[in-house]
């Protein structure tokens, strides 16, 4: 194949013009460039790419009132970025461009620009990968594999970096009208607990929350019952990274759960013999119904025991674009089994902060919520009571973080017989929340073991 120059192929050097020229005559302009992620990369001509680099530089000179030709000109040192602007007419041609008569239209020309430069980007990709697969034919294919997706994702991610600069006030009379025509007592995904969701006002985006718990307390069945809540029974697609059960061990979990039928039964096939839990024919009845209902919505489930935050990142953006997730549960929060790059020599819990903080990273870039689980101290299991931020196993960074703190704990057999056996075997309580209610008051939950059913009682 000929060489080409893909500059000259895919461009509009028109929209280039309209927007130096816009800005030449109003350097506040800028502002609106910034917003929307137009940088200097994405002009395909040379002087274009350096005079806009110019009026960047000029116009956050706070004694630079106005800028003109001979300002811009003698501003550039560059024997290269000065030969660029000569070619296409010097002085001459920023004076063009400031005389111009162009209407101020900028974003509709930025996204010309942006959409040329990432079709550029995206043709120099294909190339990539063609010589990737030429030259290093002994590559395993899913080391390839995974390089072309991480990069397709990553000119996926350009293309929706554009951050929208708001101005304080302005949306305030329309959101509040929708919220007027469609009152929620509780607006956020909800559980299904009455006295949780009222608490939280349910799961809403750019939420992280954690649940703390001690060890076999039950963190995977909890998260797991929110997937149940959310998608089999709401109707909500979402991605549940796990770095302990595989896929087999989760879908035998989560039909226990919808079916009622004990997870032991599932696992080593007595459903289809007649036991103490019932008929065989009856339970095999359920276990259908329940398969139907789990594969109605689809909730994507990823085996990542070797996870590091890049790949969950990544995982997360990528189903999010394709499939719409409407949620992110990580099960959970722990040191990975791969260095965290940059913090292999860090402490423990500078480790598990930064791995918390990419969650919430996560939450807000995805506009979704985000729940996961982190231990809780070995010094607390077996004793009753609210906890507080020293039951956090590893990181307070983990609090920092959270928008929604939870605590989880077994109670104790003094609770048990003091309570009532129907006032449930478990505490959660909703200790520290950034917006809404939190503090000391524990949630009665009945944790069905055998079926892995989690319910608030009271």
């Known amino acids: 194949m000929p060489n080409v120059n893909i500059n000259d192929i895919i461009a509009n050097p028109g929209a280039e013009r309209a927007i130096l020229s816009i800005i030449l005559r109003d350097k506040n302009k800028i502002i609106e460039c910034e917003s929307a992620s137009l940088y200097s990369e994405h002009f395909a001509v040379e002087g274009h790419k350096r005079l806009y680099e110019v009026i960047c530089y000029l116009a956050v000179n706070p004694n630079v009132r106005q800028i003109d030709s001979l300002l811009v000109y003698s501003t550039i040192t560059d024997d290269a970025a000065k030969n660029a602007i000569d070619e296409l007419g010097g002085m001459r041609y920023i004076d063009t461009l400031i005389n111009a008569r162009i209407l101020d239209n900028i974003i509709l020309y930025i996204n010309i620009v942006r959409n040329c430069a990432l079709k550029r980007m995206a043709y120099s990709l294909c190339n990539d990968i063609q010589n990737m697969i030429i030259t290093n034919q002994e590559v395993e294919i899913e080391v390839l594999l995974n390089d072309i997706q991480q990069r397709t994702l990553s000119l996926i991610l350009n293309n929706n970096s554009t951050n929208n600069v708001y101005r304080v006030g302005d949306s305030i009379e329309e959101r509040l ?104 024919e009856e339970k095999i009845n359920k276990i259908e119904e329940a398969r139907q209902k789990i594969i109605r919505t689809p909730c994507f489930h990823v085996y990542m025991p070797d996870f590091t935050i890049d790949k969950v990142t990544a995982l997360t953006r990528q189903y999010q674009l394709q499939n719409n997730i409407g949620y992110l549960i990580f099960d959970y929060i722990k040191l990975p089994t791969s260095e965290i790059g940059g913090l292999a020599n860090a402490a423990e819990y500078q480790r598990l902060g930064y791995i918390t903080t990419c969650l919430k990273d996560i939450a807000g870039m995805c506009n979704i919520p985000v729940i996961s689980a982190a231990q809780a101290n070995r010094s607390q299991i077996g004793v009753s009571g609210a906890r507080d931020a020293s039951n956090i196993g590893g990181s307070y960074r983990i609090l920092q973080m959270a928008t929604r703190l939870c605590f989880l704990r077994n109670k104790t057999d003094f609770e048990m017989t003091n309570e009532g056996f129907d006032m449930g075997n478990q505490k959660l309580q909703v200790a520290y929340q950034r917006n809404g209610a939190g503090g000391n008051d524990e949630i009665n939950i009945q944790f069905d073991r055998p079926i892995l059913k989690m319910k608030e009682v009271s």
Do not use: C
Not at 187 to 197: E, F, I, K, N, V
Not at 217 to 228: D, I, M, P, R, Y
Not at 230 to 256: K, N
């Open 177 to 280: 009208r929708r919220r007027a025509e469609n009152p929620q007592n509780i607006p956020g995904y909800t559980l299904g607990w009455r006295q949780y969701d009222y608490i939280t006002q349910g799961y809403k985006p750019n939420e992280l929350t954690v649940f703390v718990a001690e060890s076999k307390t039950g963190k995977s069945a909890l998260l797991q019952n929110h997937e149940e809540a959310f998608t089999v029974r709401s109707g909500i697609p979402g991605l549940y990274i796990d770095t302990e059960m595989t896929d087999e061990e989760h879908d035998d979990r989560l039909l226990a759960m919808v079916s009622r039928v004990p997870y032991q039964e599932i696992y080593n096939g007595m459903f289809a013999r007649d036991t103490e839990h019932g008929r065989a």
